[in-house]
């Protein structure tokens, strides 16, 4: 029987594709990307037309043996990769090492090599695609070969130059540094943001036996500035208690909502964000696993999902018919549009693709609950909602809008009220869009007004005047960072999810609050890398290199020349920044700040972990000059209740998708995976997550503040809420005298390396006693040593003498040597 190797990058996706295949057919995993860039060196010849150099990864000669025994028993081999450019160039390079030269004749005289895509794991669709297998589309493999050359050479050669000016181990990336770009924008412009006040008034009013409803003074917001501040306020508040309120104009109208297209991969990531409060990495991670496959009981493993990397809205016309047939069955005539809803996508979108979609829209989320985990299930019932909703009637809306005056004195002053009654569901029957925020159309379905006509008079209940203030732009979450990205053509569905994970693993960004807030490092590499490479970090050109991407996908550019135009100007600011960008490391910055040990002036310094206060007198080739140190704090903004709710939310593994949660250990508190010892997965809290401060009762003893236990770069500290204002750091006094100077007291310190606590002298490094127990301040009354120390021996805690020669140690009080 002829034998078929079929290769998928997945064991998942391959058990699912197997049922469908039959006894014909071997299919195995190359578990990903089988070749790469090497690590070591650059791996592209820009003086040699971009020759690239790809070597089999590390760890995968194994699963490529493999492959290659398989291959030459086999009679024709099928790469089944994903229908995107990355799993084009898997298939690429896994034909380059199982013998194909080129599209049709083979090294050796192997077996055929064909390409095979599917943009949902069904039966029809994977036969369909083996009775259309093709050669392997070199336009999409140039594409992925061209952003993997792009992005290492702007991250093999700039990364060097921030060791060099900041520290060991940074690295810049060619669209990540765009995306924290807007986080650092942002940040500054809420900081310059200056408040301004304005007021709005509303009105209480009643006609007849109607209810009462609320009217807004037409104009009062912070564009137009009408009610500017409360003196103004107030005196028309006093004005309209005397005026004559009447109805000027009544509008009704019918007004229809109609559905959003099926999701896309970017409007999944940040529907699920909003309504899941899931990260975009979850979200991806999760849908991964329902398009690749899960298991249905008698139904065996099968993909419930089209492929979720996609810009397309596009739906076959077979799914069409399909959910049209289930809307008519499941909820009537009047939900089904007379024709099939159709969207436009956006102009980039790669049309081949399809929207996400369930790969059947007769399996129910409910029917099959009892298979899926629980956050499975939400991401499935989520696209199956959109999905189905996206093929239904518009919900149809009775909007009134009233138009009043209120006139006193000679002068009309103009309110408005707009109300909204639900008349037919439609879409919303099953699904609706979530947003942002509030926008108008949820405060007009708030106002049930009555019955009202033009020139009837209206009875005034109650006047509310409130202050505001205009609000600064919010930071960007997750979900509205994908959206900012998308609508600005930065990145592609494929690469959001790391972009978002990337700027976090770097500790370049964190989460406070579910928000992106820029680190201290994100600020000092955002504002080096951007001054001396205007072109390469430009928002504008980022877009303009995806635009290119696309056009070498669809052949109309040569990849190599896309290149040459690239390593024009980035070579031009390469040189730029090698020559004047400013050397962090030897950053000294002023301040007003005096050393508490000698009284000198302190300056910001920069270390390994950032900026960190210094004594100004410190002098490297005089060993008794000053050497205090201390932190240096970093601002952080103000976290309502529902910012701390979302920070302390549940957190899963990223490797095996179970719930992380918080443990002490010997250097502080981390995240740990729930799946050890099966998976021993840990991250540090430091690491793209922030805990937020706690409030302490006790006060600062310069400026009367409450105290707050933060978490800094060694572990937890305890310092004056009013940070910048104030500066007071609390030392951990142990309430003993230094036993060498006599003046000095004994502070817990921790050591900067590794983590461990010992105890010094504060008139350090005038004096520089130190030790590794705490002291206990109790003459020996053996060998008459000025203190003694605690220990924790495996028998217990003991008392005991510092000294070496002295053998004096006692426990719960008794001597017992």
Known sequence: MPKGLVIVESPTKAKTIEKYLGRGFQVEASLGHVKDLPKNKLGVDPDSDFETEYIVIPGKEKVLGKLKKLAKAADAIYLAADPDREGEAIAAHLADELGESDGKSKKNGGPPIRRVTFNEITQRAVREAFEHARDIDRNLVDAQQTRRVLDRLVGYQVSPLLWDKVRRGLSAGRVQTVALRLIVEREREIKAFEKKEYWTLDATLTAGKGPAFDAHLAGANPDKNVVPDEPTARRLEELLKRAAWAVTSVEKKERRRSPAPPFTTSKLQQDSARKLRFSVKRTMMLAQRLYEGVELGAEGQVGLITY????????????????????????????????????????????????????????????????????????????????????????????????????????????????????????????????????????????????????????????????????????YNEASLVKELEERGIGRPSTYATILTTIQERQYAQKTGGKFVPTEIGLVVTDLLVANFPDIFDPQYTARLEEELDEIEDGREKWTQALADFYKKFQKDLAYAQKHMENIKRMEKPTEEKCERCGSPLVIKWGKHGSFFACSSYDKSDPNSCTFTKENPIDLPELDSADVQETVQEEYCENCGRPMVLKRGRFGQFMACTGYPDCKTTRRLDQGKKVPDIPLEETCPQCNRNMVLRHGRYGEFVSCSGYPECKYIKQNFIGVKCPDCKTGDLVEKKARRRGNVFFGCSNYPKCKFTSAYKPVAEKCPKCGSEYLVQKALKSGEVIACPKSECDYQRAGGEAVA
Do not use: C
């Open 308 to 475: 979720m990397r996609t810009d397309s809205t596009r739906v076959a016309p077979e799914a069409l018919a399909e959910v049209r047939e289930m809307v008519l069955s499941n909820y009537g005539e009047p939900y089904l549009p007379e024709q099939p809803n159709t969207f436009k996508s956006k102009k980039a979108a790669q049309e081949a693709h399809e929207a996400i979609r369930p790969s059947s829209a007769l399996r129910h989320p409910d029917s099959i609950k009892q298979y899926l985990p629980e956050d499975e299930y939400k991401v499935y019932k989520l696209i199956w909602q959109r999905f189905v909703a996206s093929q239904m009637n518009p919900a149809v809306f009775d909007q009134t809008t009233v138009d009043i005056d209120a006139k006193s004195n000679g002068e009309a002053y103009p309110f408005r009220v707009t109300g909204s009654v639900l008349k037919f569901d439609g879409f919303l029957k099953v699904y609706e869009e979530s947003k942002e925020n509030k926008d108008e159309e949820d405060e007009a379905l708030k106002h049930k007004l009555p019955a009202l006509e033009q020139g009837q008079a209206l009875t005034l209940k109650e006047l509310n005047p409130e202050q505001h203030f205009t609000e600064p732009p919010p930071r």
